[in-house]
């Protein structure tokens, strides 16, 4: 099993591009979510999703869309990137024992 | 809204000795869960312990072990024989019970822990 995947690893945009952050997981879980990581900051809860079509915000979904169309992909859109989207990038799962199957992560810089 | 809190931003121990890290969090639920994670210089979460709420005995891994004071809101992190692999960025994350919407983790800030050779 791969578990979770992401990529790309690194990511450079320039303000205002767009691009699609990727996230897949072979473990059958229904539970998926994206968090972002800053400095001094934890990880915060971007937008999760419990099953196929089903979405919702967590604390910071400002700026991101998401969509679930398949029990293993969670894709996250950046639609007009910022400078203060720069950040690590984590997926993550909910496995059956309620603990959270995480992603290598996605280092995103926005210039 | 559950808060944690992480109130060493670092920390650092003589490699082989024992370290702990300290954690407290805020909650009105009664039932949840607790988690340590360490995150290496690799990026990777990689779960280090967990404990229900529900349970009063201590969880233990190996050489990790909590103290878990629910009445105090309190959940440190033991590390005893320290090696140099343990150098990493510690997490402590709360989970209320599985329900829609309530599966997020909640972090604190992390603690850094240097081992010193």
């Known amino acids: 099993n791969a578990g979770v995947t992401q990529t790309p690893k690194f990511q450079v945009l320039k303000t205002g591009q767009s691009m699609t952050l990727q996230c897949a997981q072979d473990?059958?879980?229904?539970?998926m979510s994206w968090y972002r990581q800053d400095p001094g900051m934890g990880l915060r809860l971007i937008h999760y999703?419990?099953?196929?079509?089903?979405?919702d915000q967590g604390e910071v979904p400002n700026g991101y869309n998401v969509s679930r169309s398949t029990t293993e992909d969670f894709p996250l859109r950046l639609l007009s990137a910022a400078p203060s989207q720069t950040s690590v990038y984590f997926c993550?799962?909910?496995?059956?024992?309620?603990?959270?199957?995480f992603g290598p992560g996605t280092r995103l810089t926005v210039t | 809204a559950q808060t944690v809190t992480q109130s060493q931003p670092e920390m650092s121990v003589q490699e082989a000795e024992t370290v702990t890290l300290s954690c407290t969090y805020d909650t009105s639920e009664s039932d949840y869960y607790l988690f340590w994670y360490k995150q290496p210089p690799s990026r990777q979460m990689i779960l280090v312990i967990r404990?229900?709420?529900?349970?009063?005995q201590n969880a233990t891994e190996n050489r990790f072990s909590v103290n878990f004071q629910k009445a105090a809101k309190s959940f440190s992190l033991k590390i005893s024989d320290s090696q140099l692999g343990d150098a990493a960025m510690y997490f402590c994350a709360y989970r209320g019970l599985p329900n829609f919407g309530n599966e997020k983790l909640t972090f604190g800030t992390g603690t850094r822990l240097t081992i010193i050779p």
């Open positions: 993550a799962t909910l496995g059956r024992t309620y603990e959270q199957y």
């Open positions: 999703s419990v099953g196929a079509g089903i979405t």
């Open positions: 473990m059958n879980h229904e539970y």
């Open positions: 404990q229900e709420a529900y349970k009063q």
